[in-house]
Nanobody, 125 residues
Framework: QVQLVESGGGLVQAGGSLRLSCAAS????????MGWYRRAPGKQRDLVAQ???????NYADSVKDRFTISRDNAKNTVYLQMNSLKPEDTAVYFC???????????????????WGQGTQVTVSS
């Protein structure tokens, strides 16, 4: 079983920065990608940034050139550096880990998404 623990959220003024961290632990095989999603009040959860196992990144248009996603494979951790924060960035941010299907012995484990509990980011004017 995989566990994801987020940290780094908080309250920051517009224009400020925060760095989110997500540490993964447990039995992890065949990682497809790790990323960050966010859910603003009254809205659906949307992709913020993602980094694939091959190192490719993609970002929501609203955060492109302001946020940077990175990873530390040795620490099983993914980061989201958020600069030039805006009030519209206020949301609960969720860490996501996606695995590809794989065989372990004679047992097949299908692709699966794992989620952290979320960390609140609040940006004030």
């Amino acid at each position: 079983q995989v566990q994801l623990v987020e940290s780094g959220g908080g309250l920051v003024q517009a224009g400020g920065s925060l760095r989110l961290s997500c540490a993964a632990s447990g039995s992890i095989f065949s990682i497809n990608a790790m990323g960050w999603y966010r859910r603003a009040p009254g809205k659906q959860r949307d992709l913020v940034a993602q980094i694939t196992s091959g190192g490719m990144t993609n970002y929501a248009d609203s955060v492109k050139d302001r946020f940077t996603i990175s990873r530390d494979n040795a620490k099983n951790t993914v980061y989201l550096q958020m600069n030039s924060l805006k009030p519209e960035d206020t949301a609960v941010y969720f860490c996501n880990l996606r695995t590809e299907g794989h065989f372990s012995g004679i047992t097949y484990y299908p692709r699966r998404d794992y989620w952290g509990q979320g960390t609140q980011v609040t940006v004030s004017s």
